[in-house]
Nanobody
Framework: VQLQAYGRGLVQAGGFLRLSCAAS????????MGWFRQAPGKERELVARMNWSGSSTYYVDSVKDRFTISRDNAKNTMRLQMNSLKPEDTAVYYC??????????????????WGQGTQVTVSS
């Protein structure tokens, strides 16, 4: 599966931004999808992930109640709605896909396919 992320932007703190990830191929609905981010000098971290059916989601504590992950298997797309953005959300964001069991979907190394990064900058 090939992935492409969209939605880079510069927003003020408290603002919102929506990222999209478009996938190629007919097997999108067999992948667990994740959004990662990487700030300068930091490791790439999982922000949110959703299993193939949408029945299971995960959010890192720092984005709970602010970010929402969603997917549309019919359109081969995934989104990350980011509200109440904070300067510490500034990072390059990546979408990624894996067929691992859910217990092994929390680290960057668990994902086999990656979109190009998209920059999100939140000004204070």
């Amino acid at each position: 599966v090939q992935l492409q992320a969209y939605g880079r932007g510069l927003v003020q703190a408290g603002g919102f931004l929506r990222l999209s990830c478009a996938a190629s191929g007919r097997t999108f609905n067999t992948y667990t999808m994740g959004w990662f981010r990487q700030a300068p000098g930091k490791e790439r971290e999982l922000v949110a992930r959703m299993n193939w059916s949408g029945s299971s989601t995960y959010y890192v504590d720092s984005v709970k109640d602010r970010f929402t992950i969603s997917r549309d298997n019919a359109k081969n797309t995934m989104r990350l709605q980011m509200n109440s953005l904070k300067p510490e959300d500034t990072a390059v964001y990546y979408c990624a896909a894996t067929r691992n069991a859910l217990s092994a979907t929390y680290n960057a190394a668990d994902y086999n396919y990656w979109g190009q990064g998209t920059q999100v900058t939140v000004s204070s």
